[in-house]
C-alpha cells in the first residue's frame, strides 16, 4: 500500500456522536481532513453545531446534522435507520458522546446514575447494532471507534458511575469485535486520560489539584488537548488499522504507566 494511502478516508462517511464540541469536534474535523464525508450526531441545535458543519464543508466534503437526545434509548434503532438512508451508508461510527457528574458514591442519585448508563453504555450498544445491522447486510467492512478512558481501565475517586459506563463500553467493544469480526467489521476504543475540554469545566476541584496532576503526566507534564485524540481515531478508520480489533489505545500522556510517584524523589537523571 502506498504511503498516502495508509490514512485516506476518500469515500468513506463516517458518524460521529457528541461532534458538537471538545474530542468529538476535533475527530469529525480530522475524519474530513482525511477525506470522509461527516455526519454529526448531537442534542444540542444545528445552530450551535454549524461551525464544525462549516469545517467539514470547508475541506470539500460532504456533512449532515442529526439532533438526538442518546439518553432516549428507545429510539436509537429508527435514529440508526434514517441516518443510513439520508447519508446513504455509514463505513466508520464513533461513539463518542458522553457525560459524567462528580460526586462521592454515597451522594450519587439513581437519576445520574441513570442518565449515565444511557448516553454511555446503552446509545453505544444500540446505535452500534442498529448501524453494525446495516453494515452487514450491504457488505461493508465497517469501523466502529468508541470513547471510552482511561476511567475504563483504572478508577478515580468521585466518578463510581461513570467509571462503571466506560468499563462498560470496553467490554461491549469486545464483544461487538468477537461477532462482527467475521463480517469484516472492527471494534476498538480509544482511552482519553485528563483532557482539556468543556466537560472539565464542569468538575470544580480543590485549588492545587490541577498542578498536582499535572506534575504527574510523563509528557510534559501537561494535559492532552482534544485534537491529541483525534489522531487515533483516524489511524483506527484507516486501511492502516484494518487488522485491529477489540483493542484500547490510551491518550493520557503516560500518566497510566507509573503505579508509585517516586520519579521526584530521586537523584536527577544526568546525560
Not at 20 to 44: N, Y
Not at 219 to 237: K, M, S, Y
Request: glycine share 10%; proline share 3%; hydrophobic share 40%.
Amino acid at each position: 500500500m502506498d504511503a498516502t494511502q495508509r490514512f485516506n478516508l476518500k469515500n468513506k462517511t463516517a458518524i460521529v456522536t457528541g461532534a458538537s464540541q471538545g474530542i468529538g469536534r476535533s475527530i469529525a474535523i480530522a475524519l474530513a481532513q482525511h477525506g470522509a464525508d461527516v455526519g454529526i450526531i448531537d442534542i444540542t441545535s444545528q445552530k450551535k453545531a454549524q461551525p464544525v458543519l462549516d469545517k467539514i464543508t470547508a475541506q470539500g466534503r460532504r456533512a449532515w446534522f442529526f439532533q438526538q437526545d442518546l439518553a432516549l434509548t428507545h429510539e436509537l434503532t429508527t435514529a440508526g435507520d434514517d441516518i443510513w438512508n439520508e447519508t446513504g451508508q455509514v463505513d466508520i461510527l464513533v461513539n463518542n458522546a458522553g457525560v459524567a457528574y462528580m460526586e462521592h458514591f454515597n451522594q450519587i442519585s439513581i437519576k445520574h446514575w441513570r442518565h449515565i448508563m444511557s448516553v454511555n453504555v446503552d446509545a453505544v450498544f444500540f446505535l452500534s447494532q442498529a448501524i453494525a445491522g446495516h453494515m452487514i447486510k450491504h457488505k461493508i467492512a465497517g469501523r466502529i471507534i468508541n470513547t471510552s478512558s482511561v476511567n475504563g481501565l483504572v478508577a478515580e475517586a468521585g466518578l463510581a458511575h461513570y467509571n462503571a459506563s466506560k468499563g462498560a463500553v470496553e467490554m461491549i467493544t469486545k464483544s461487538l469485535a468477537v461477532e462482527l469480526g467475521t463480517y469484516g467489521i472492527t471494534a476498538n476504543t480509544i482511552c482519553p486520560g485528563m483532557i482539556k475540554t468543556e466537560i472539565g469545566d464542569e468538575f470544580p476541584l480543590a485549588k492545587g489539584f490541577q498542578d498536582h496532576f499535572n506534575q504527574h503526566i510523563p509528557l510534559q507534564h501537561r494535559l492532552g488537548t482534544a485534537e491529541d485524540c483525534a489522531g487515533a481515531v483516524v489511524f483506527l478508520a484507516s486501511p492502516a488499522g484494518k487488522y485491529i480489533t477489540g483493542q484500547h489505545i490510551i491518550i493520557d500522556g503516560g500518566i497510566i504507566c507509573e503505579q508509585v510517584p517516586r520519579l521526584d524523589y530521586m537523584p536527577p537523571t544526568t546525560p
